[in-house]
């Protein structure tokens, strides 16, 4: 059984900062493609960074320059880093592990993150 455990949300003043982990259980978190995604209410579901087995990274743009995703194999967990908030950034993030070629899609339970202006 695959589970991945998102946590590190919480309320934060702009420009403060958050960092976000989702560790695996059940699962080498290195062998999957591990994104994050936000969901604000009433919005639908969006990409905000992405890592690949190998390593590379991709951002869309609202966090590029703000946000880092990195992955530590040891502690099989994925983390992300958010600087410079933005109460625009207020979402339950979700963690998200793929693995196409082995049809393996998991999710994370969400954590909330909410930030005031």
């Known amino acids: 059984q695959v589970q991945l455990v998102e946590s590190g949300g919480g309320l934060v003043q702009a420009g403060g900062s958050l960092r976000l982990s989702c560790t695996a259980s059940?699962?080498?978190?290195?062998?999957?493609?591990v994104g994050w995604y936000r969901q604000a209410p009433g919005k639908q579901r969006e990409l905000v960074a992405a890592?690949?087995?190998?390593?590379?990274?991709n951002y869309a743009d609202s966090a590029k320059g703000r946000f880092t995703i990195s992955r530590d194999n040891a502690k099989n967990t994925v983390y992300l880093q958010m600087n410079d908030l933005k109460p625009e950034d207020t979402a339950v993030y979700y963690c998200?592990?793929?693995?196409?070629?082995?049809?393996?899609?998991?999710w994370g339970q969400g954590t909330q993150v909410t930030v005031s202006s």
């Open positions: 059940g699962a080498i978190v290195s062998i999957f493609g």
């Open positions: 998200n592990a793929v693995r196409a070629s082995w049809r393996l899609d998991y």
């Open positions: 890592i690949s087995s190998s390593g590379s990274t």
